[in-house]
């Protein structure tokens, strides 16, 4: 966890700003929980957006 909330804040000093930190993927439950700087968990996120894709693309419904 030391080291992503390090990673991030190299990253928040090199933009010049705090963007929003979306927590996704298989260990995002455990992660949410030890990560100082994550905003949101979403473990689907991934899959939310593949679903807009294909209903999009092949059913031409806007879900979003």
Not at 31 to 50: Q, S
Request: hydrophobic share 45%; net charge negative.
């Amino acid at each position: 966890a030391a080291m992503i909330d390090g990673l991030l804040e190299k990253v928040f000093e090199e933009l010049g700003r705090r963007p929003y930190v979306i927590d996704t993927g298989g260990l995002a439950n455990m992660m949410h929980k030890i990560v100082k700087n994550i905003d949101l968990l979403d473990i689907d996120l991934t899959l939310k957006g593949l679903n807009m894709i294909y209903n999009d693309f092949f059913l031409n419904q806007k879900s979003y």
